[in-house]
């Protein structure tokens, strides 16, 4: 049989690739840990949680358990972090604007606490993405500045899927690792050791009901996959789609539309951690003129197209 080997261990046996102080960077990956953990046992009982609120709703107020999904997941990671001292602010979906700890921690965290949540109540896969900066304040409160770094400067990227298994993959800038949840331990263990993506690929993940809004050569390229008969897979979460298309090879589309002439996706808490992640597993990511990671954010919430994936479809997409 197989060693096992803990993502607790994983980290521990990992810390020297970090470049600043080994121990801070185990405090701020166990965070995650915990509560993709917590955040894992919610959501495998959302459909019961829900029937139990619309029994007694109407009755007595629960806030708490009221609290829709991704609310609760994004007070359960910002609790975390808050409790744990490295981190001194966070960007989240969730809070229009900036989570100050002021607690002089180096280190900020973005976060996307509960991805595709409209697939909650439909039983479809979701995520958590999270990105983790070294601060260039210095004192006990993070400013702007702290969040407008480019994606290259990211320290750590990583997600959480919440689908048929629970799983953590993450990197620090050397290499992809993934760790499945053995929910009969509550541990996350080492299943797939350095994950790289097919240089090519035969899956096309974009929301087609927008096609007469894409521009000449998005719908171009689209074309091009339909006559190559490639496969059409989009589950409308990032995470989702992303992790398949990773460990299968595809590219992954959600380009500016006459609507969103910007893009749907957020630029610090979406598109940036995967492209941190694909790059280290050997993939792509551009807005389709500039590489995502070279991206100079403006603001928090900031928008961006994204194309990512497989090097050589990802390429061919930005031909047209
Ligand atoms: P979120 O649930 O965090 O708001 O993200 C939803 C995003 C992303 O997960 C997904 O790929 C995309 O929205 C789907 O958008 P469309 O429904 O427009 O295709
Ligand atoms: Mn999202
Ligand atoms: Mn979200």
């Given at each position: 049989m197989a060693n096992i080997k803990t993502l607790a261990e994983f980290i521990t046996e990992r810390?020297?690739?970090?470049?600043?102080?080994t121990g801070e960077l185990t405090q701020l990956l166990t965070s995650f840990r915990l509560a993709g953990k917590m955040v894992n046992r919610e959501v495998n009982k959302a459909g019961l949680a829900e029937d139990i609120l619309g029994a007694q709703g109407t009755e007595n107020v629960q806030g708490e358990q009221q609290q829709k999904l991704d609310v609760y997941a994004n007070d359960l990671f910002i609790r975390l972090l808050r409790s744990q001292g490295e981190v001194c602010a966070v960007a989240s979906e969730e809070n229009e604007e900036i989570v100050h700890f002021d607690n002089g921690g180096k280190y900020v965290v973005t976060m996307d606490p509960l991805d595709g949540s409209s697939n909650i109540d439909v039983n479809v896969s979701i995520g958590t993405i999270f990105s983790i900066y070294r601060r260039i304040s210095e004192g006990q409160t993070a400013t702007m500045e702290d969040f407008m770094q480019?994606?290259?400067?990211?320290v750590a990227a990583g997600y959480i899927i919440y689908g048929s298994s629970t799983m953590l993959v993450y990197t620090t800038g050397h290499g992809v690792n993934g760790f499945t949840l053995d929910p009969s331990i509550g541990t996350f263990c080492l299943s797939h050791p350095n994950m790289t993506t097919p240089e090519e690929g035969r899956i096309y993940s974009v929301n087609e009901g927008n096609y007469y809004d894409f521009s000449d050569g998005v719908r171009n390229y689209i074309d091009d996959c339909k006559k190559q008969k490639m496969s059409g897979r989009y589950i409308g979460s990032l995470v989702a789609d992303f992790h398949r298309n990773l460990l299968k090879g595809g590219i992954y589309m959600y380009p500016a539309t006459k609507k969103d002439p910007k893009g749907?996706?957020?630029?610090?808490?979406?598109a940036n951690t995967l492209a941190m992640i694909v790059e280290q597993a050997g993939g792509i990511a551009t807005d389709g003129k500039t590489r995502i990671l070279d991206l100079k954010p403006t603001e928090l919430h900031q928008r961006c197209p994204l194309y990512i994936g497989s090097k050589g479809m990802v390429e061919k997409a930005m031909k047209g």
């Open positions: 810390q020297h690739e970090f470049t600043y102080a480019p994606g290259n400067k990211q749907k996706l957020r630029l610090l808490y979406e």
